[in-house]
């Protein structure tokens, strides 16, 4: 019987096999019978054109698994079908290394999400929908900080209009215009956030993602002329 990848096979009594596997599988071992649950037969296995049962799934102590490989017994239906090939153990491969992508990369959102939520709302949810990253929360954690700058370049204004500049002395108090404008944005996309579960870019971010476009269109022109 032959192994793929880094697994290993050795054969066992009773025509059984023990793979040594280095990556865990999607193989769910045997459940026995008990006294409130019926017997549940294990993945069944298609290996070299004859059909297996993973009877046991036995953790390692180098953090691989041996899944031990019985003959199927012809008293169980088999519901799901497991091929065990180089083709399949390519698509596990490449499905596990996407899993860890995916974990890293979901972390990278989480520490950059006051820069990530100022994305257009379609790139948030793309990214939300290919490794996890938390779209809503993005979006809030970059409208907040800008909402509380406008609301004190807002009050720091209305203080200052009755002669309380010294109130602010030392403050990142931000001009009129442009308190006014992150504040008004800010509220809308938390607004977005909270009542409506969606995220929302910000004004900038949309005009730095078109611009970004629109660059990376001209590049291959001008390398091609």
Partial sequence: MKSFGSD?????PGGSFRL?????????????????????????VLWCGELF???EALPEAFGGVVYVLAPWEARHT???????????EIARHAERDWRRAAIWKRRASLLLAPILGHLPARIQQRMESEFGAPARGMTIASALPLLVLGALGILAFLVTSFGGRAAFTGWPILPVPLAILLFGESAIRLGVAFLQGEPAGSLAGVLLCALWREASRLVPNQSSA
């Fill in 8 to 12: 290993r096979a050795e054969p066992g």
């Fill in 53 to 55: 049962e993973v009877f």
């Fill in 20 to 44: 040594v596997c280095l990556e865990t599988k999607d193989w769910m071992a045997r459940r026995p019978k008990t006294l409130t649950s019926p017997e549940h037969p294990g993945t069944a």
């Fill in 78 to 88: 088999v519901r799901r079908l497991s091929p065990y090939d180089e083709s399949s």
